[in-house]
């Protein structure tokens, strides 16, 4: 097995192509299964906060929910991104297996673990209003309120970055452009989207 010359964790950031080279040759299911459950406990977290759901449940609730269900979305969500990612990518020249797409989308998500730290300081500031649609603290306070606006910021750029990082990562693998990476994952989202939106038509037909 070749040696792994490199920290990933890092170089993911700003060298995503020459990393995941390195990764798929050292080993491709190297921490893919941990870092999917990791991205997908984020991302719930993400969600929750996004839909408001502390106007319902408490914030120990949200976060052991997420702790469950987040590991589980993200693993079934890896395995059926990577599966639609190759099937759709050989339309368009794709030569990845499902594997190594497995191993661009979850080194990719490097970024999003990274801004797990950010939680910390947010849920000190911040509390259980990270979660509710109404945050009386912070609209009496302005240095709450710059500070979750400063957050708000920076988890913009990462999530940015991240897609970007993943587009190169999946690039990488499939032997595409970051471009045609984003081609690929279009497909794949079409796929998905192009018999929900007939499901619905279909009802709409029937209701009328």
């Excluded at 120990?60 to 979305?73: E, M």
């Amino acid at each position: 097995m070749a040696k792994l010359d490199i920290n990933p964790w890092f170089t993911m950031w700003y060298k995503p192509r020459e990393t995941i080279r390195k990764i798929i040759k050292y080993d491709p299911k190297y921490l893919v299964i941990i870092l999917a459950m990791v991205s997908g406990f984020s991302e719930t977290l993400d969600r929750a906060s996004l839909k408001s759901v502390g106007d319902y449940f408490s914030l120990t609730q949200i976060f052991a929910v997420a702790l469950i269900v987040g590991p589980i979305v993200g693993l079934a969500s890896l395995y059926i991104s990577s599966w639609l990612l190759r099937w759709t990518g050989k339309w368009i020249g794709g030569k990845a297996s499902s594997e190594h797409i497995r191993t661009a989308i979850a080194w990719s998500t490097v970024p999003l673990v990274w801004a797990l730290l950010l939680w910390i300081p947010e849920s000190v500031l911040f509390g259980k209003e990270l979660f509710t649609s109404a945050t009386p603290t912070m609209d009496a306070s302005l240095s709450l309120t710059i500070l979750f606006l400063l957050f708000s910021i920076i988890e913009i750029v990462i999530g940015t970055w991240t897609i970007i990082v993943y587009l190169k990562s999946l690039g990488e693998v499939q032997g595409f452009s970051a471009w045609k990476a984003l081609l690929n994952s279009f497909l794949s989202a079409l796929v998905i989207l192009i018999p929900i939106l007939i499901i619905i038509a279909l009802v709409l037909l029937v209701m009328t």
